[in-house]
Nanobody, 119 residues
């Protein structure tokens, strides 16, 4: 199983960027999918999460600016980031809780994608 993230880059403050993360491999379904980020010298922090049913939750720092969504048919989660600030600069990691049946699931992490917001 692999989660692969795409879409990072360099953007000026106030700009927008979209990230995507696709899960591939053998599993029955995906429960929650989400995004975390880690800035230099800081701990990894929660950004957003979306359940298989579409319920979402966001960190206070990104509410109203970021939108998480998913395409269950494509096993893909997205993060639309608007009104970006320099403090959003970080490596963004996607995560997914993959379900294998018999009540067994496992958390996987993507490789991370760099987002840099210039001031």
């Amino acid at each position: 199983v692999q989660l692969q993230a795409f879409g990072g880059g360099l953007v000026p403050a106030g700009g927008s960027l979209s990230l995507s993360c696709a899960a591939s491999g053998s599993f029955l379904s995906i429960n929650a999918m989400g995004w975390y980020r880690q800035a230099p010298g800081k701990q990894r922090e929660f950004v957003a999460i979306i359940t298989s049913g579409g319920s979402t939750n966001y960190a206070d720092s990104v509410k109203g600016r970021f939108t998480i969504s998913r395409d269950n048919a494509k096993n893909t989660v997205y993060l639309q980031m608007n009104s970006l600030k320099p403090e959003d600069t970080a490596v963004y990691y996607c995560t997914g809780n993959l379900y294998y049946g018999l009540e067994y699931s496992y958390d996987y992490w993507g490789q991370g994608t760099q987002v840099t917001v210039s001031s």
